[in-house]
């Protein structure tokens, strides 16, 4: 019986890299988005006060999301920066 070959696997560091980007990104926006965790992580005070802001120029739901999508996308990708 011959092994799988699975390009994920090849690319292991890198998904686990990703991976650990994805839970640094969910510590930031969960202490951003509870209140009381607000504190528990540095960089959620600044993501609060920049999702407060964009509901204040964009109270319309679809277009917030939508213009939000940058600065999670941004975000991230300084996550991946502190994973590596």
Known sequence: MSRPDWPSLRAGPRMVRGIAALLRLAKVVHAADIASDLNNDAIAPGLEAIATGFG???????????????????????????VV
Do not use: G, H, K, T
């Open 56 to 82: 204040i120029i964009l109270p319309d739901d679809q277009a917030n999301l939508q213009a939000q999508f940058v600065v999670y996308d941004a975000l991230y990708a300084w996550c991946r920066l502190q």
